[in-house]
C-alpha cells in the first residue's frame, strides 16, 4: 500500500478504528522485534514500515485531539464573549436610562422654574395693568 493511500485510509478511520490499527500494529512491531532479535526475521524493512504506521496513527490521534480542544477552546471563547457584551449591553442600557432620566429631571426643573417665571411675571404684570385701568377710568392717562 502506497504511503498516500495509508494516510487517507487512517484519516477516514473514526477514532475506535484508529485505536486498534494502532493496538494491531504495535503488536505486530513486537512481534516482529522478536523475531529480529531471534534470528528469525525474514523483511527487516517492516520493522521501519510498522514504525512509520505508529508514529503516523499517532500524529492523526493528536491532531484529532488537538482539534478537540481547540474547538472546545473557541466554544469557551465565544461564550465568554458573549457574556461580555451582553454585560456590556445592560451596562450601555444602564447608562442611557441613567441619561434619560437626568434629561428628564432637567426638563422637569426646567419647567418648574419656567411656571415659577411666569407665575411671577403674572404676579407683578396685573398691579400694572390694574393701575393703567384705573387711570384710564379716572381720566388722568
Not at 57 to 73: P, V
Request: charge should be negative; proline fraction near 1%; aromatic fraction near 4%.
Amino acid at each position: 500500500m502506497k504511503t498516500s493511500e495509508l494516510r487517507r485510509e487512517l484519516r477516514d478511520m473514526d477514532d475506535d478504528e484508529l485505536y486498534n490499527r494502532l493496538v494491531e500494529t504495535r503488536q505486530e512491531l513486537f512481534n516482529l522485534k522478536f523475531q529480529s532479535v531471534t534470528g528469525r526475521l525474514d523483511n527487516v524493512a517492516r520493522l521501519s514500515q510498522l514504525r512509520r504506521e505508529v508514529a503516523r496513527i499517532q500524529t492523526i490521534a493528536r491532531e484529532r485531539e488537538i482539534a478537540m480542544f481547540e474547538d472546545e477552546f473557541a466554544s469557551a471563547a465565544a461564550a465568554e464573549t458573549r457574556q461580555k457584551v451582553a454585560r456590556a449591553s445592560v451596562a450601555a442600557a444602564v447608562e442611557v436610562a441613567r441619561e434619560a432620566a437626568l434629561k428628564e429631571d432637567e426638563h422637569a426643573d426646567h419647567e418648574e422654574v419656567g411656571d415659577a417665571e411666569s407665575e411671577e411675571a403674572n404676579s407683578q404684570s396685573a398691579p400694572i395693568a390694574d393701575v393703567a385701568k384705573d387711570d384710564a377710568e379716572s381720566g388722568e392717562a
